[in-house]
């Protein structure tokens, strides 16, 4: 299996400009976990998705992020607009839930996002 | 905000030498588990410990848990100069099951 991967890699953007983060989780896998790394704040998650399902949205920061899975095998991180304090790198990970036990999370490369 | 917290900050070690790393957590947990985490890289899920467990080996890793203390420790034994990242603890509590990480140790093992 490739793992969960992520695009792009790296994204320099003007503040005021859509950005789109694109996910790829492991096939198979049911959970779908966003984070958002900073040196100040440390990893904190975004959203979690259940069977394609947002369940918990409560760690996104303003209405500007949006966040969607349509499909078992991609999801979307948007901000738009963008600003300089969202700069940071955005992780995607991706696990197998079952019978209310969380298993290990698989963490994509990251998508380090800088605002200018 | 962050149910564990990894104690030190940071750690810097010559290699071969052991190191231990500390999490302390606030509520009852269902399990709590160790990632590893390379400069520039993602998260490396390395070993998870339940609750009614005190204590898991893994290679030269070994975590202990104390529930009455609502901590762990990881330690790496022999350490190498490969083992340089930063390591952090995720937590589940309660009907929960969405890890919570620390902010994470970074660990230095120098050649």
């Known amino acids: 299996d490739a793992g969960v991967i992520q695009s792009p890699r790296h994204e320099v953007t003007e503040m005021g400009q859509e950005v789109t983060l694109r996910c790829k989780p492991i096939?198979?896998?049911?959970?779908l976990f966003w984070y958002r790394q900073t040196m100040m704040r440390g990893l904190e998650l975004l959203i979690y998705f259940n069977n394609n399902v947002p369940i918990d949205d409560s760690g996104m920061p303003e209405d500007r992020f949006s966040a969607k899975m349509p499909n078992a095998s991609f999801s979307t991180l948007k901000i738009q607009p963008s600003e300089p304090r969202d700069s940071a790198v955005y992780f995607c990970?991706?696990?197998?839930?079952?019978?209310?036990?969380?298993?290990?999370?698989?963490f994509g490369e990251g998508s380090r996002l800088t605002v200018l | 905000s962050q149910q564990g917290e990894e104690d030190p900050q940071a750690l810097s070690i010559q290699e071969g030498e052991n190191a231990t790393m500390n999490c302390s957590y606030k509520t009852s947990i269902n399990n709590l588990q160790w990632y590893r985490q390379n400069s520039g890289r993602g998260l490396v899920h390395l070993i998870l410990i339940r609750s009614n467990e005190r204590e898991k080996h893994s290679g030269r890793l070994r975590v202990t848990l104390d529930t009455s203390k609502k901590s762990s420790s990881l330690l790496i034994t022999a350490s190498r100069a490969a083992d340089t990242a930063s390591y952090f603890c995720?937590?589940?509590?309660?009907?929960?099951?969405?890890?919570?990480f620390g902010r994470g140790t970074s660990l230095i093992v120098h050649p």
């Open positions: 096939s198979g896998h049911n959970s």
């Open positions: 995720a937590s589940t509590s309660g009907g929960s099951y969405i890890p919570t």
């Open positions: 990970a991706s696990s197998l839930h079952s019978g209310g036990a969380s298993g290990e999370l698989f």
